[in-house]
């Protein structure tokens, strides 16, 4: 009825009944799912992204193939915006949302295909989520937040995701670099600010030559090549001052009558911004006289020439345009007070850095600002011979930040290895099944079954039998014990063992959304393309 009304409105609408509607649906997903098997799990394969210009992506972190990757069915589309939000809020789980949703319809439509309405699916579904959500609570091991951070733990978590998205050796460096970070930033009773991390990156050396710098890393040098390159035990002072002539704000104009009314202009315009930097050199002088230190000038404004010089004539290194981010970052590196006038000049508010230094790459000039004495905040610095390998780091350092993250905010983790999954499929086939009534049965069933696609899914990738794993693991979990899949010798083992945990969040996230947007695609009964753009063709 509804088809034949549109048409009559509309008679270039395009539109899918029923059965096709659930075709396309149930196939879009189990091509995407398809696409996304192979890359997940520490044995997964890497895909590689041609760009219209012919710039590589070497990648299998699932957030950016699902970015990067140009798809045109809608309800893939659908799929991958519903992982792609899982990443923004989680930083992780975008292959298993996408593998979980298409093997829930790829089950479901074993049933569908045999006459079950597909209500009734998902009414089996509803149950099996309220039921998920209840046994992942149950599961979750408990740990220490921001207060009592249990660093192995940590660790054992941070390598967990990053051994997904990186090559053994170089997610075992990374761990260590990611863990130390955030336990740099996080405070007690604040949130968790990954902003403070900053991640440089220079195409240079090695990507084993990555580190973690306990202070703070700009991407510009000094403007004065009579300067400093190295300075070691230096005061900063960070401050939002000007230190060049500047004009005036307003259209204004000055009469004079001869040469000299000019000049004592001129000079009295100069004289404003020497002053404010004869001060900055008295400063210097008041707590550097009678000792070897050093002394840092980094403003978020301009300095002139005139004033770059008098500035090396003194000694000091001056930085000019630093970022605001780099501001704040620096005051938390350093100590001090970031300071908006001259008056404010005094001993109090200046950090401290025990070593200042240039480094010079090709064009390209950084100042590394290091040896602080209480950071609460650091800089990663990335190091690799081209784009791609940066560009593969960069992405796996942000996963491994936010995991390391995720656990201190949760006070949680799960065990990881496809443990949960598997355990929770004998939970729902011996315990919920019970509970449900009628055909919905059915549905739990399905649930239960579509679950065991991460365990599957590390098998095939690591080049074992999944079927044989499956029934190993069911054994197992029936027998009491939980475990997962060892991906290096394929039997069935205990993953704590190994240190193998997964976020508490990124689990109940994907509990949360993969089922609704599964049974939401189950209802789907027709398609219809009638947009008004139609009328025109």
């Given at each position: 009825?509804?088809?034949?009304?549109?048409?009559?409105?509309?008679?270039?609408?395009?539109?899918?009944?029923?059965?096709?509607?659930?075709?396309?649906?149930?196939?879009?997903?189990?091509?995407?799912?398809?696409?996304?098997?192979?890359?997940?799990?520490?044995?997964?394969?890497?895909?590689?992204?041609?760009?219209?210009?012919?710039?590589?992506?070497?990648?299998?972190?699932?957030?950016?193939?699902?970015?990067?990757?140009?798809?045109?069915?809608?309800?893939?589309?659908?799929?991958?915006?519903?992982?792609?939000?899982?990443?923004?809020?989680?930083?992780?789980?975008?292959?298993?949302?996408?593998?979980?949703?298409?093997?829930?319809?790829?089950?479901?439509?074993?049933?569908?295909?045999?006459?079950?309405?597909?209500?009734?699916?998902?009414?089996?579904?509803?149950?099996?989520?309220?039921?998920?959500?209840?046994?992942?609570?149950?599961?979750?091991?408990?740990?220490?937040?921001?207060?009592?951070?249990?660093?192995?733990?940590?660790?054992?978590v941070a390598k967990t995701a990053?051994?997904?998205?990186?090559r053994e050796e170089m997610a075992?460096?990374?761990?260590?670099?990611?863990?130390?970070?955030?336990?740099?930033?996080?405070?007690?009773?604040?949130?968790?600010?990954?902003?403070?991390?900053?991640?440089?990156?220079?195409?240079?050396?090695?990507?084993?030559?990555?580190?973690?710098?306990?202070?703070?890393?700009?991407?510009?040098?000094?403007?004065?090549?009579?300067?400093?390159?190295?300075?070691?035990?230096?005061?900063?002072?960070?401050?939002?001052?000007?230190?060049?002539?500047?004009?005036?704000?307003?259209?204004?104009?000055?009469?004079?009558?001869?040469?000299?009314?000019?000049?004592?202009?001129?000079?009295?315009?100069?004289?404003?911004?020497?002053?404010?930097?004869?001060?900055?050199?008295?400063?210097?002088?008041?707590?550097?006289?009678?000792?070897?230190?050093?002394?840092?000038?980094?403003?978020?404004?301009?300095?002139?020439?005139?004033?770059?010089?008098?500035?090396?004539?003194?000694?000091?290194?001056?930085?000019?345009?630093?970022?605001?981010?780099?501001?704040?970052?620096?005051?938390?590196?350093?100590?001090?007070?970031?300071?908006?006038?001259?008056?404010?000049?005094?001993?109090?508010?200046?950090?401290?850095?025990?070593?200042?230094?240039?480094?010079?790459?090709?064009?390209?000039?950084?100042?590394?600002?290091?040896?602080?004495?209480?950071?609460?905040?650091?800089?990663?610095?990335?190091?690799?011979?081209?784009?791609?390998?940066?560009?593969?780091?960069?992405?796996?350092?942000?996963?491994?930040?936010?995991?390391?993250?995720?656990?201190?905010?949760?006070?949680?983790?799960?065990?990881?290895?496809?443990?949960?999954?598997?355990?929770?499929?004998?939970?729902?086939?011996?315990?919920?099944?019970?509970?449900?009534?009628?055909?919905?049965?059915?549905?739990?069933?399905?649930?239960?079954?579509?679950?065991?696609?991460?365990?599957?899914?590390?098998?095939?990738?690591?080049?074992?039998?999944?079927?044989?794993?499956?029934?190993?693991?069911?054994?197992?979990?029936?027998?009491?014990?939980?475990?997962?899949?060892?991906?290096?010798?394929?039997?069935?083992?205990?993953?704590?063992?190994?240190?193998?945990?997964?976020?508490?969040?990124?689990?109940?996230q994907i509990l949360h959304s993969?089922?609704?947007?599964?049974?939401?695609?189950?209802?789907?009964?027709?398609?219809?393309?009638?947009?008004?753009?139609?009328?025109?063709?």
């Amino acid at each position: 009825m509804a088809s034949s009304s549109l048409k009559s409105v509309n008679p270039n609408a395009e539109i899918m009944n029923r059965a096709a509607a659930l075709f396309m649906n149930i196939n879009a997903a189990k091509g995407l799912q398809d696409v996304m098997k192979s890359n997940l799990g520490p044995k997964g394969t890497i895909k590689m992204l041609v760009g219209g210009a012919g710039d590589l992506k070497l990648t299998k972190d699932g957030n950016v193939l699902l970015k990067e990757m140009q798809i045109q069915n809608p309800t893939a589309v659908m799929i991958a915006r519903t992982a792609v939000a899982q990443d923004d809020i989680t930083g992780d789980g975008t292959s298993s949302t996408v593998l979980i949703i298409g093997e829930l319809l790829k089950q479901a439509e074993r049933y569908l295909n045999e006459g079950l309405h597909p209500r009734v699916i998902v009414e089996g579904f509803e149950a099996a989520q309220k039921a998920s959500v209840k046994f992942l609570e149950d599961m979750k091991i408990p740990t220490g937040g921001v207060e009592a951070p249990d660093r192995e733990l940590l660790t054992c978590v941070a390598k967990t995701a990053l051994r997904s998205k990186l090559r053994e050796e170089m997610a075992d460096k990374l761990t260590t670099i990611v863990v130390d970070a955030v336990l740099c930033v996080a405070k007690p009773d604040e949130p968790i600010d990954l902003h403070m991390v900053e991640i440089m990156h220079m195409r240079h050396k090695l990507e084993s030559d990555t580190r973690l710098v306990s202070g703070l890393v700009l991407d510009h040098g000094s403007r004065h090549p009579d300067m400093k390159k190295h300075v070691d035990d230096a005061f900063i002072l960070t401050c939002n001052i000007s230190l060049e002539y500047e004009k005036s704000e307003v259209n204004s104009s000055f009469m004079y009558s001869d040469a000299a009314q000019r000049e004592k202009m001129v000079a009295a315009e100069r004289e404003y911004t020497d002053d404010v930097v004869r001060q900055v050199i008295a400063l210097k002088k008041k707590v550097c006289d009678g000792n070897d230190k050093g002394f840092v000038v980094i403003t978020q404004k301009g300095i002139d020439p005139i004033s770059l010089d008098m500035l090396a004539k003194e000694g000091i290194l001056g930085l000019r345009r630093a970022k605001k981010r780099n501001m704040e970052r620096l005051i938390m590196s350093c100590g001090g007070l970031c300071i908006n006038s001259p008056e404010e000049l005094a001993p109090e508010i200046l950090g401290y850095a025990g070593e200042v230094y240039e480094h010079v790459l090709g064009e390209e000039k950084y100042t590394f600002v290091e040896k602080v004495r209480h950071p609460t905040s650091c800089t990663i610095l990335l190091k690799g011979p081209n784009e791609h390998t940066i560009s593969q780091l960069k992405d796996a350092v942000r996963d491994g930040l936010r995991a390391v993250k995720n656990v201190l905010t949760d006070k949680a983790v799960i065990v990881g290895a496809g443990a949960f999954e598997a355990a929770l499929s004998v939970h729902l086939n011996d315990v919920v099944k019970r509970t449900v009534e009628g055909r919905a049965k059915r549905g739990v069933e399905a649930f239960a079954e579509a679950m065991l696609i991460i365990a599957k899914t590390l098998a095939e990738n690591s080049g074992y039998d999944a079927q044989d794993v499956c029934i190993a693991l069911t054994d197992e979990i029936a027998k009491g014990n939980h475990v997962g899949l060892d991906v290096t010798t394929g039997e069935a083992f205990d993953p704590k063992t190994a240190g193998i945990y997964d976020n508490y969040i990124v689990k109940a996230q994907i509990l949360h959304s993969a089922p609704v947007i599964a049974t939401q695609l189950l209802l789907v009964d027709e398609v219809m393309r009638a947009g008004v753009n139609m009328r025109k063709r």
